[in-house]
């Protein structure tokens, strides 16, 4: 059964830094990438950023770009979120999400919880 | 940069059928996802590939696609198909994910 189990969210100051984390099981991590999606307190989801298998490979949304570092730790099973610069409007419910080939975000996390307070 | 729209809500009484659509220069050149929300709990994928069904999902969940425009369909509505609905897609390079702003769909 494949759980990813999301860790690190908090209550943070605004232009403060958090790192997210989020263990995988019951699938072969290093064969997938992975994703970070969010979603604001009311509002609808949005994706953050993801990576390869390998973890050499990057993407990011413009809206956190230069703010924030995917990363991954294969002998782990382990996902990575690194935020900095940390603004109001990043308070949300982060996810974390498998990517498969073939069928998309095919698993979420149940996410956790980042407020930044002003 | 690419945008989907989607209704803000669609209504439908137990057993009839609701249709929610997804509007985007996205497609067709990507495919659609479509994921389940209810509250409190994390998505849940219910369409990939613009209609395929993933295992465990329901019969009565359908999508199709024509044009720029994707559609989920569900078949017989039950009360605990309430919840939000969200298409997704990809930017030309498939790296860029897009969602839509969700549909609320409300079993009178």
């Known amino acids: 059964e494949v759980q990813l189990l999301e860790s690190g969210g908090g209550l943070v100051q605004r232009g403060g830094s958090l790192r997210l984390s989020c263990a995988a099981s019951?699938?072969?991590?290093?064969?997938?990438?992975m994703s970070w999606v969010r979603q604001a307190p009311g509002k609808g989801l949005e994706w953050v950023s993801s990576?390869?298998?390998?973890?050499?490979?990057?993407y990011y949304a413009e809206s956190v770009k230069g703010r924030v570092t995917i990363s991954r730790d294969n002998s782990k099973n382990t996902l990575y979120l690194q935020m900095n610069s940390l603004r109001a409007d990043d308070t949300a419910v982060y996810y974390c999400?498998?990517?498969?080939?073939?069928?998309?975000?095919?698993?979420w996390g149940q996410g956790t919880l980042v407020t930044v307070s002003s | 940069s690419y945008e989907l729209t989607q209704p803000p809500s669609v209504s439908v009484s137990p057993g009839q059928t609701a249709r929610i659509t997804c509007s985007g220069n996205?497609?067709?050149?990507?495919?659609a996802y479509w994921y389940q929300q209810k509250p409190g709990q994390a998505p849940v994928l219910v369409i990939y590939?613009?209609?395929e069904r993933p295992s465990g999902i329901p019969e009565r969940f359908s999508g199709s696609s024509s044009g720029t425009t994707v559609t989920l369909t569900i078949s017989g509505v039950q009360a605990e198909d309430e919840a939000d609905y969200y298409c997704?897609?990809?930017?030309?390079?498939?790296?860029?994910?897009?969602f839509g702003a969700g549909t609320k769909v409300t079993v009178l």
């Open positions: 996205a497609f067709p050149k990507q495919y």
């Open positions: 997704q897609s990809a930017d030309s390079s498939g790296t860029h994910y897009v």
């Open positions: 590939k613009d209609t």
């Open positions: 990576l390869s298998g390998s973890g050499v490979s990057t």
């Open positions: 999400a498998k990517i498969s080939a073939a069928a998309g975000i095919d698993y």
């Open positions: 019951g699938f072969i991590f290093r064969n997938y990438a």
